[in-house]
């Protein structure tokens, strides 16, 4: 409120005020009716000072005007019915008479302060009524200037706030229980308006903040809800539709870590209190959501599963590596035989079927009918794989298996792996353990290719694309590469060229080609790429013809 200007005019407002001020109304104090002496011009023309006084009497705001001693002059019929003092009581009294003597001197201090540099001031003050009983005063004073611009008069409105500041407080103090409560949950709490907008978090939430930089974590939320159970904010939320305990996950800002999250949504109703709204009911939508950190539980759950594979795959590999040896021997075995069957024949068929056999022929005899007993033993001894069963598989899955596989191994090694998979990547049916084998195979040979000599690059990097009808792995090492002229023996069994390690029986890519085949795949060396070797891999996505478990190993 700024100071009362009340300059006068002269000749018009003569005869209103004269008659007003000639026969003023019962019990109003002289200092008002000098107040009012003074009149206000508009563009119309001048308003009766009357007006104005029945205007200040009957409003619904307590008014009290006094002198600059705060000497009371005149109060309204509000200030009598908010105070309990009657006019003829307090006029003479000093406003003080309403002080509860709890305010701050601090108040009172500024509130003169203010007045006296002709300002007005503003705030609340702890007054008594006349029986005693206190409420809180939202007093607004302002000097009343006269013509020489000096203050003559205060003028105060008072509004009893007790009961609002009640409210407020009550308010306050819930947001503040609230706000106690849902910062103490060990969960991570938002609560999202219509538009998405955080209007309540809590603590965990601002530190998940703190962690993924510069991104809301509760879009993070959305958009890894909406790839898990198909998520639409504006259907989910016209129908109400609440989800509990669903399994979200995302990388944190350096894209290194996934952290693992369960994931719960409430919608609830809040009343719109825009002022706009004041006529109408309507509600917002708003979000609760809900996120439990389950990280830890998720690595140790991850952990478990990479140690039983990395058993089972140690396991399935020792039976490879005895069915591998177990073959190499038949098969090398198999050669001399056949060829003392052949000499067998050619002297049979020399001597004629009724001549005796001689000694030389009988011990060659003898020696191939024993020989081939121990192929067949070696034959019957040949361990049995588990035929495993065919389902659809996501070969990112498979391939992350893997390289959580060899992750102590790579480390090791110093070799660093650029995993880039598709995320977009459809299943292919086929057998979990049997492609296992095929990118642990692919993955040792180009963690061995790095470790061959000379190699200055120790990097493998593995991508998965997905095309109309098939899906494609990449494998690429910073490795020696494959010269032209040996591309096709690799796949031959019992190849091996490796110059650091010896001894093995080179089965590995033939195994690896077998289980490609047996997914109507194909397996490739990119004969253009440069500095190590690049293998590619392509499996069909609906593949020809079933497969049958028997198929795969
Ligand atoms: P006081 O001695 O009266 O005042 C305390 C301090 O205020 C003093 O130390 C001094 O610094 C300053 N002060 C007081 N009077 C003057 C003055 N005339 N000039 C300059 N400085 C001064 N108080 C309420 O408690 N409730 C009300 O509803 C209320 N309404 C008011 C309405 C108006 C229009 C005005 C002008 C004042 C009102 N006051 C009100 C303030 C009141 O006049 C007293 O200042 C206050 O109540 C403190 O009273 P006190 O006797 O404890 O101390």
Redesign the pocket.
């Known amino acids: 409120m700024s100071a009362y200007n009340t300059t006068g005019t002269k000749e018009k407002m003569a005869v209103a005020l004269g008659a007003f001020l000639s026969s003023p109304p019962k019990n109003i104090p002289a200092g008002v009716i000098e107040a009012f002496g003074r009149t206000v011009k508009t563009e119309d023309g001048i308003l009766p000072p009357r007006v104005f006084l029945e205007a200040v009497e009957q409003s619904a705001v307590a008014i ?3 002198n ?3 000497q009371i002059l005149y109060v309204n019929q509000a200030f009598e019915k908010l105070t309990g003092y009657k006019p003829d009581e307090v006029v003479g009294e ?3 008479i ?4 709890i ?1 701050p ?1 601090e108040v ?2 500024e ?2 302060k203010q ?2 540099e002709q300002k007005s001031w503003n705030g609340v ?1 702890v ?1 008594k009524r006349k029986d005693g009983e206190r409420y809180l ?1 939202d ?1 607004t ?1 302002a000097p009343v200037l006269d013509d020489a611009g000096k203050t003559s008069y ?3 409105l ?1 509004r009893d706030v007790t009961e609002v500041h009640e409210l407020e407080q009550q308010v306050r103090n819930q947001k503040v229980l609230i706000e106690s409560v849902v910062d103490a949950a060990p969960v991570v709490m938002v609560l999202l308006n219509n538009e998405g907008k955080v209007i309540l978090d809590n603590h965990d939430y601002k530190k998940l903040m703190g962690e993924v930089h510069g991104v809301e974590p509760a879009s993070v939320f959305l958009d890894s809800l909406s790839s898990v159970i198909n998520f639409d904010k504006k259907i989910s939320c016209d129908q109400r539709q609440d989800f509990h305990n669903q399994e979200v996950s995302f990388k944190n800002d350096k894209g290194l870590e996934t952290r693992w999250f369960t994931c719960s949504g409430v919608w609830v109703n809040e009343r719109k209190f825009t002022a706009d709204e004041y006529f109408n009911n309507n509600e917002e939508c708003c979000l609760l959501l809900v996120a439990n950190d389950i990280t830890q539980q998720k690595r140790q759950q991850n952990q478990i599963k990479t140690n039983a594979l990395r058993a089972l795959m140690a396991e399935q590999q020792l039976v490879h590596g005895m069915r591998e040896t177990l073959s190499g021997a038949i098969y090398q075995l198999q050669a001399p035989l056949n060829m003392a069957s052949a000499v067998v024949g050619m002297m049979d068929r020399r001597q004629g079927k009724n001549s005796d056999a001689n000694p030389f022929q009988s011990a060659l005899f003898d020696v191939i009918k024993s020989g081939q007993q121990v192929l067949e033993s070696l034959q019957q001894s040949l361990p049995t794989e588990d035929q495993e069963a065919i389902s659809p598989i996501n070969m990112n899955e498979v391939i992350k298996d893997v390289i959580d596989l060899s992750v102590h191994c790579l480390l090791e090694k110093s070799v660093l792996v650029d995993w880039d998979p598709d995320a977009e990547l459809p299943n292919i049916n086929g057998g979990c353990y049997a492609l296992r084998t095929l990118f642990k195979q692919l993955l040792d040979n180009a963690i061995d290719a790095i470790d061959e000599p000379g190699c200055t690059r120790r990097e493998i990097s593995i991508q998965t694309r997905s095309y109309a009808n098939d899906v494609e792995i990449v494998i690429r090492d910073t490795g020696p590469g494959i010269a032209v002229n040996r591309r096709h023996s690799i796949f031959e069994p019992f190849f091996s060229d490796w110059k650091h390690i010896k001894g093995r029986p080179g089965m590995g890519l033939t195994i690896a080609m077998e289980i490609v085949q047996k997914h109507h795949g194909t397996i490739n060396i990119d004969p253009h790429f440069q500095g190590g070797c690049s293998i590619q891999i392509r499996l069909p996505i609906n593949s020809p013809q079933p497969l049958v478990k028997e198929d795969l190993l």
């Open positions: 009290s005007i006094s600059t001693s705060a000093n406003q003080s309403l002080s509860y003597k305010t001197i009172y201090k509130l003169w007045l006296l003050l007054n005063a007093l004073v205060y003028l105060a008072h």
